[in-house]
């Protein structure tokens, strides 16, 4: 009789702590399978003593590797069981658990929508497929058929990419089949921008709401996002040597981190900024260094007013009285028309970066058109100068009654 025995995979494993955002730390199973090397949670230290995990240890490896004997006329096979190669939606979960969660420190909005894409996009589509099956084709296909934009695709393409980095970097994975997707980011059409003439007509027309008025400017000549213009506090305002701090971010009604380090940046704050953030602190109940500078009356300061309903009840106005019939305006918009209007003023690549808080000069060049240098604030300056003097226009006053918000 022949006897016919498959290479044994079993292994001793590893036994170590993790420690968690929540609760006490657990005793973790991890062992070498092929290409991967898979974990199990066995227990919190509190429950399990190092004997007791051990022991726990060794059953699940017994079972997870226990042999099966066939008889037949000729031939004993003695099979070896492995456990099944991990899915999209097991190491998604992880993921979401170790980088998502309320308390991983990414700022909310990005945290957010990385959330509703593995929910409303990824899981959908691939959450049920063994991750080995993957292959790099077939998503750049599934990417293509989508009715997004490219920006949009791009996201997804980062997203899922993201799912298969976090396994590398527990060494529970060793390969990125979404590296290689190709998906471009450019935009086929390029979003609308306001020029300078524009900006500084609708500034006139928002003049009797003060508020809106104060957020606008900044979003016009300082580039912030509007998660940042709204998350303002007045100690962020140093008065006596012109600069602005960016400590956090407000969106939908949550304080969080800036997007990142890097835009977190002082910025240099140009003259007519600072004098309107001045009649404004002036004007407001709401004045102590943590009050918030946009403070909301119906919360009683202590929320922000809500950006979106400020820019569709104040500025959308304030547009068409200017005339202006410009699609899909919005307070990025301003952010956008900073970084055209900062290279069409001269400014050179790195400033522009800088002033931007951009990693990358392909983000600036492409998406877009610590210490505050002579070279940022003379380009700040003469992007304020650039709209304050349009030919044939007054000089802008900045001393004017102060309105309310509708």
């Known amino acids: 009789m022949n006897v016919v025995k498959r290479r044994e995979r079993y292994q001793n494993g590893s036994l170590t702590i993790e420690s968690r955002k929540r609760g006490s730390d657990v005793w973790v199973l991890r062992w070498q ?21 051990q022991k726990q240890a060794r059953e699940f490896l017994h079972l997870a590797f226990s042999e099966k004997v066939e008889h037949g006329d000729s031939v004993t096979v003695v099979a070896v069981q492995t456990p099944p190669a991990p899915t999209v939606a097991d190491f998604a979960a992880q993921l979401r658990e170790e980088e998502l969660g309320p308390n991983s420190g990414r700022a909310e909005k990005p945290r957010k929508a990385y959330l509703s894409i593995l929910e409303n996009y990824i899981l959908p589509k691939w959450g049920s497929y063994d991750v080995t099956s993957i292959k790099t084709k077939e998503v750049a296909d599934w990417l293509k058929s989508l009715p997004l934009a490219n920006g949009s695709k791009a996201k997804l393409r980062e997203v899922f990419s993201k799912i298969f980095r976090h396994a590398m970097y527990n060494q529970i994975y060793k390969e990125n089949p979404i590296a290689l997707v190709r998906q471009k980011r450019k935009k086929d059409n390029q979003p609308e921008i306001l020029e300078g003439s524009e900006i500084l007509a ?18 016009s000549l300082m580039g912030l996002r509007r998660s940042e213009i709204f998350g303002l506090k007045w100690r962020d305002v140093d008065f006596d040597r012109s600069i602005l701090h960016i400590r956090r971010s407000y969106v939908d009604g949550v304080e969080g981190n800036g997007k990142n380090d890097g835009s977190k940046r002082p910025l240099p704050v140009p003259s007519q900024v600072l004098e309107a953030l001045n009649t404004l602190k002036a004007s407001s109940k709401y004045a102590a260094d943590d009050d918030w500078v946009f403070a909301s009356d119906f919360h009683f300061g202590k929320k922000p007013l809500w950006p979106g309903t400020l820019w569709r009840r104040n500025v959308i106005p304030a547009l068409a009285r200017a005339g202006i019939t ?6 990025h918009t301003l952010r956008r028309s900073f970084a055209s209007l900062l290279l069409s003023e001269g400014a050179n690549l790195r400033t522009s970066m800088e002033l931007m808080r951009h990693s990358t000069a392909e983000m600036t060049l492409g998406t877009y058109a610590q210490s505050v240098g002579r070279d940022n604030r003379s380009a700040s300056e003469r992007v304020a100068s650039s709209i304050f ?3 044939g226009s007054d000089p802008f006053v900045t001393q004017m009654e102060i309105g309310g918000v509708s």
């Open 33 to 53: 399978n092929g290409r991967f090397r898979p974990k199990k949670i066995l227990g919190s230290v509190k429950e399990l003593t190092k004997a007791g995990a």
């Open 389 to 391: 003097t349009v030919p």
């Open 326 to 331: 410009k699609p899909n305006l919005g307070w």
């Open 202 to 219: 609708t500034l006139r027309q928002l003049e009797e709401v003060r508020p809106v008025h104060t957020a606008f400017l900044i979003g």
